[in-house]
């Protein structure tokens, strides 16, 4: 009883120990900033006076009236307009190269490329690619005038405000395409019994009706899954591309809300501003993850 | 005609089937099947055929950007504004003037942006693996008053987005004096709930016979972690430092936010500030992009396979 007792308390103080320098972090840059940044979003603060100057919610109310606010979840949402594309394309991607053709390996290995060198190096590489002048995509579609005997000019892309946000998308999807969603799908897609390909086939079932009634509902799951991770990663998504390629222009038109906050936070130093909207943002990520999670906690009872 | 024999055919081996509950006939009936449907060679390698076209049609827009970022960063700075040249010179290297990649390194203090990104990259990296392994083996393993709670806790910062909390860690590290130097760069991106979770999840996955032996031989909790947990966990830790080594390389934000002295910038601020000095110098511009992303490819060429398992575990985790 005596020695039970002191092996429990040896693995208590064993398990804390093993805890202690994760749990520091854990309560410096996580748990209490948390708490701050709720603090922060009901006040007031520059850096510079002496400390934050409560409001209540008045930071809030200035928010539902801010014009600027309205438009950059607007760009926010209109850039999630890549998210469909790309994971239709991923699907098609991951069905193809589920068909056991020659060079899976090296296929998989190229469309995973752009996702792996995401990041400020990318899109400056795009940045040249969308120059009106001298850029991959004009210069090609005026060669390709030529060719027919046409002059055809490209659109300004990212210069030109109407065409700015389509650019990203095309980027984006390019970016992503090939990239974990369609790993995942290629996981799903063979985590799918051979069987009911088997029965269907057996029935008489045509390639688009086995997908339609099998497939389809068989990868669900993952696509609920891929689609809930894209929204919760698109609501944050848009800082590093506008910032190298835009600086959230022509006209605020790549801003997006976690650009906005940055501006705010950094560039103007609205502490309790820019607070206020990382906990919008955050009100708009948790609905979604409890949507997701009341899904898979169904679906795991099922499976 | 053909139809109609098909249909035949399709009748009598579902009657078969029907008749049948061994597994291994109805194997055999679905082989007749595919052996009845290759009959028809010629439309199944068409169809395999276009298929594969697609695919290299897909992988090459996949890989064009990169191919003209090559001649781009190759090209002689005057040359890449000529109006008359050929498509196919768009896109493979005529000149080879490695001036370019020479000259990156004299324009900015590359090589101090370069090495500091190896050391603010390793850092976090080793910092991440080695707290969320620690942490995770004591969710895991062992049974302490209010585990549960506190990995509740964590759990639920992790749907919390990095936005809320950048604004009063930064304030903090102001607070402390740190802004501006390699701590602030490196200690927020060390301790991290999804690494300890994605391990502890792991950790659940092995086999407990073999600590319950080395228990009982009086091994100490630091011996079964350190010889038995984590040499069985290679591929979870593996993944786990390839993940965090590639988002430390490319995290623009919080460098940005940490600090502003040019001599303390990472890569990815250098190079925004690079493009910000020298807009139009665009051979150096792909050169040094070049130079960026060359040991991400290295590091995914190798690990190829822990990518593929990290997303898969990442997907069960649902």
């Known amino acids: ?303 | 005609m053909g139809n109609h024999i098909d249909s035949l055919i399709r009748e009598e081996m579902k009657q078969e089937i029907f008749a049948s509950v061994s597994r291994s006939k109805r194997k055999k009936v679905i082989k007749v099947v595919t052996e009845l449907k290759e009959k028809s060679p010629l439309k199944h390698k068409l169809q395999r055929a276009v298929l594969f076209l697609a695919l290299l049609a897909g992988a090459i827009s996949m890989a064009a950007p990169f191919l003209w970022m090559v001649s781009t960063s190759l090209a002689d700075p005057g040359q890449i504004f000529s109006e008359n040249r050929a498509w196919w010179q768009e896109w493979l290297p005529t000149s080879f003037v490695w001036k370019n990649y020479v000259k990156v390194w004299s324009v900015v203090p590359f090589a101090k942006f370069y090495l500091n990104s190896i050391f603010v990259s390793l850092c976090i990296t080793f910092g991440q693996v080695a707290t969320s392994a620690m942490a995770a083996y004591a969710f895991a393993r062992l049974n302490f008053p209010g585990r549960d709670r506190l990995f509740f806790g964590y759990l639920a910062t992790m749907m919390i987005p990095g936005a809320v909390t950048m604004i009063p860690v930064f304030i903090l590290l102001r607070h402390f004096g740190w802004i501006d130097t390699y701590k602030a760069l490196i200690l927020p991106g060390i301790f991290s709930a999804y690494g300890t979770f994605m391990l502890r999840q792991f950790f659940l996955t092995l086999p407990k016979e073999l600590e319950d032996a080395a228990k009982i031989d009086g091994c100490s909790y630091l011996r079964i972690f350190w010889h038995i947990i984590l040499p069985l966990s290679k591929p979870a830790l593996a993944t786990l430092t390839t993940f965090t080594f590639m988002g430390a390389w490319m995290n623009l934000m919080w460098p940005l936010i940490a600090v502003n002295s040019i001599e303390k910038y990472t890569l990815p601020v250098g190079l925004a500030y690079f493009q910000g000095v020298h807009n139009t110098d665009w051979t150096l511009l792909m050169a040094a992009s070049m130079m960026m992303i060359l040991p991400i490819l290295i590091v995914f060429i190798f690990n190829q396979r822990f990518f593929v398992e990290g997303i898969k575990l990442a997907g069960i985790k649902g």
């Open chain 1, 1 to 303: 009883m005596k020695n039970g007792l002191r092996d429990k308390t040896k693995e208590t103080i064993a398990a804390y120990g093993f805890l202690m320098p994760n749990l520091i972090g854990f309560l410096l840059f996580t748990s209490i900033p948390v708490l701050a940044s709720l603090g922060l979003s009901f006040a007031k603060w520059d850096l510079l006076s002496d400390g934050p100057k409560f409001t209540g919610l008045s930071n809030f109310i200035e928010l539902a009236k801010d014009p600027f606010f309205g438009k950059y979840c607007w760009n926010t949402l209109y850039l999630m307009a890549a998210i469909p594309i790309s994971m239709a394309g991923s699907l098609l991607l991951a069905i193809a190269l589920n068909q056991k053709l020659k060079g899976t390996v090296i296929f998989r290995t190229i469309y995973f490329l752009p996702t792996i060198c995401s990041g400020v190096a990318i899109f400056m590489l795009w940045r040249l690619i969308y120059n009106p002048n001298f850029g991959l995509f004009n210069t090609s579609i005026a060669q390709f005038g030529d060719m027919l005997g046409l002059r055809l000019t490209g659109p300004n892309w990212w210069t030109d405000e109407a065409w700015a946000k389509p650019s990203f998308i095309i980027m984006n999807v390019w970016q992503s395409v090939g990239g974990y969603n369609m790993i995942l799908y290629l996981a799903a897609l063979q985590g799918v019994p051979r069987d009911l390909y088997d029965a269907a086939e057996v029935d008489g079932a045509n390639s688009w009706q086995k997908f339609w009634n099998v497939t389809w509902p068989q990868i669900s799951p993952t696509t609920f899954f891929i689609a809930t991770m894209s929204l919760i990663g698109g609501f944050q998504a848009g800082f590093d591309q506008a910032y190298v390629m835009t600086g959230g222009g022509p006209n605020g038109s790549t801003t997006t809300i976690i650009y906005y906050i940055y501006s705010h936070a950094f560039d103007w130093y609205h502490m309790g501003y820019a607070a206020a909207i990382s906990w919008i943002l955050f009100l708009i990520i948790f609905v979604i993850t409890i949507l997701k999670w009341s899904f898979f906690g169904k679906n795991i009872h099922y499976a």
